[in-house]
């Protein structure tokens, strides 16, 4: 199925603002250059575009075979920036929604891999409730992929011969950063960041610290959507009772 592409939109210089605390902030549009549209329910509402004509009739009985197709041509996309980058869902305790984004860097035995802080937000939520929602869109082609499973840690092997393939600077990064904890401000990260580099130049070897590893996402519902003409949107997913049934595919109505 060929990918369906779309002229590059253009973008305006961002603009500064001063923040209470004087500090400059970069926006991602510039608010000045139109000060007359502002962002009203109508305004809100126009937001809209049509569909195209691709269908998605068939898809390998395999899920892992058809995601695999769909990442390839997603990563073939010019206008996709990081094809494997997925929006991660995870409940809290007392069962608040948490999200984020994170980069899909695996999909074998079964499942879907990522890597993170043991000691982040997400970590404690997986550890809380290991039930959790991935989600791939790709609004370029008007596809996404939506993965209901659960989340388990990977092995510590794993995570540290990962861990030895990153650039040096994220290896150095993951010890500096106590991720999701309070910050009192920015120099303090970038000073934990100098100490790291100080205790490991570039070119040594940096270990993969204790707190930090993957885990690997083992889907029992794999949905693929692709967008469609006057909201008709096709939607395939496979479905499974747990990780011993086999895979059942079924077509939903948008």
Same mark, same amino acid.
């Given at each position: 199925?060929?990918?369906?592409? #779309? ?18 902030v970069?926006? %991602? ?12 329910? %109508? ?11 691709t ?6 009985a ?7 197709? @769909? ?11 990081e ?11 007392? *069962?608040q ?8 860097? !695996? ?8 890597f ?7 970590? #404690? ?12 869109? @790709? ?7 939506s ?11 794993? *995570? ?9 600077s ?41 707190h930090w ?16 003409? *006057?909201?008709?949107? !096709? ?12 895979w ?7």
């Amino acid at each position: 199925m060929a990918p369906i592409l #779309h002229p590059k939109v253009g973008c305006s210089r961002p603009s500064l603002r001063q923040d209470d605390a004087g500090t400059k902030v970069t926006l %991602d549009t510039d608010m000045s250059e139109k000060p007359d549209q502002s962002l009203t329910r %109508d305004a809100i509402r126009a937001m809209r575009r049509s569909y195209g004509d691709t269908g998605l009739e068939t898809l390998p009985a395999d899920p892992f075979a058809a995601f695999a197709q @769909w990442l390839q041509e997603a990563a073939a996309n010019e206008y996709i920036v990081e094809a494997n980058a997925m929006v991660l869902s995870t409940v809290t305790a007392d *069962s608040q929604i948490n999200t984020r984004t994170v980069l899909l860097k !695996d999909i074998s035995d079964g499942g879907f891999t990522f890597f993170t802080n043991y000691q982040s937000r997400k970590a #404690h939520g997986i550890e809380l409730n290991p039930n959790v929602s991935l989600l791939f869109p @790709w609004y370029a082609m008007e596809r996404q992929v939506s993965i209901s499973g659960f989340a388990e840690k990977i092995s510590r092997e794993e *995570s540290e011969d990962y861990f030895a393939t990153r650039p040096w600077s994220s290896q150095i990064g993951a010890w500096a950063s106590a991720q999701s904890a309070p910050l009192a401000s920015r120099e303090e990260l970038e000073q934990r960041f100098e100490g790291a580099k100080e205790k490991w130049p570039e070119g040594t070897t940096v270990p993969c610290p204790p707190h930090w590893g993957g885990y690997r996402v083992t889907p029992v519902s794999i949905e693929f959507w692709q967008g469609r003409y *006057s909201r008709l949107h !096709d939607r395939l997913r496979y479905e499974r009772a747990n990780t011993n049934s086999d895979w059942e595919v079924h077509r939903y109505y948008p």
